[in-house]
């Protein structure tokens, strides 16, 4: 079992950065592909980015391609998504999830677990 926990939300204005963090619990951190969620007010949650358990493949939606950087550290068992210029479209909350090898990156239904999330607000 793998226990998440999402940081590094906050309020930024348009243009802006924020780099979230996901920590992940146990010793089998390398045994999943790692995914980040965002549900808006009122919207299902989406994908947002995902990286396959070696860092050797990644996968963005195309309304943060060129703007969100995703990265894994497997000897620190943590995920993290870089978000350049941002948009008051990213205001969402940030969820952090976790897939078994094999699984689609982009599926959202093979993510097995899942953080608390992590308030994103842009200001316009």
């Known amino acids: 079992q793998v226990q998440l926990a999402e940081s590094g939300g906050g309020l930024v204005q348009a243009g802006g950065s924020l780099r979230l963090s996901c920590a992940a619990s146990?010793?089998?951190?390398?045994?999943?592909?790692m995914g980040w969620f965002r549900q808006a007010p009122g919207k299902e949650r989406e994908f947002v980015s995902a990286?396959?358990?070696?860092?050797?493949?990644?996968a963005y939606a195309d309304s943060v391609k060129g703007r969100f950087t995703i990265s894994r550290d497997n000897a620190k068992n943590t995920v993290a998504l870089q978000m350049n210029s941002l948009k008051p479209e990213d205001t969402a909350i940030y969820y952090c999830?976790?897939?078994?090898?094999?699984?689609?990156?982009?599926?959202?239904?093979?993510?097995?677990?899942w953080g608390q999330g992590t308030q994103v607000t842009v200001s316009s």
């Open positions: 990286i396959s358990w070696d860092g050797g493949n990644t």
């Open positions: 999830a976790a897939a078994l090898i094999g699984s689609t990156l982009t599926t959202q239904r093979h993510y097995r677990y």
């Open positions: 146990g010793r089998t951190f390398d045994s999943y592909n």
